[in-house]
Nanobody, 117 residues
């Protein structure tokens, strides 16, 4: 069974940067598309970024384009989310996600990002 573990969240001032990490285990990481989602209090979970299995294709939600970068290291079974120019509206719990070829969906426990002065 797949497992995902996020880290790297914290409190940052507006305009600051953070890098989130998500370490995967229990499945062949390099075979799957990986995604980052976020959920702010009182809001639905939102897709932030997607990266293809080999890392050559990435897509982003409109609210983060030009500020966030998703990447992966298949040798380390890790997907990253680099977040620059952070805004208070980026405050949320950030989750990584994978859906395997049997349509099983796995989520990590999430990591809190708070952007505030």
């Amino acid at each position: 069974e797949g497992q995902l573990a996020e880290s790297g969240g914290g409190l940052v001032q507006p305009g600051g940067s953070l890098r989130l990490s998500c370490v995967a285990s229990g499945f062949t990481f390099s075979s799957y598309v990986m995604r980052w989602y976020r959920q702010a209090p009182g809001k639905e979970r939102e897709l932030v970024a997607t990266i293809s299995s080999a890392g050559g294709t990435t897509t982003y939600g409109d609210s983060v384009k030009g500020r966030f970068t998703i990447s992966r290291d298949n040798a380390k079974n890790t997907v990253y989310l680099r977040m620059n120019s952070l805004k208070p509206e980026d405050t949320a719990v950030y989750y990584c996600n994978v859906r395997d070829f049997s349509s099983n969906v796995y989520w990590g426990q999430g990591t809190q990002v708070t952007v505030s002065s």
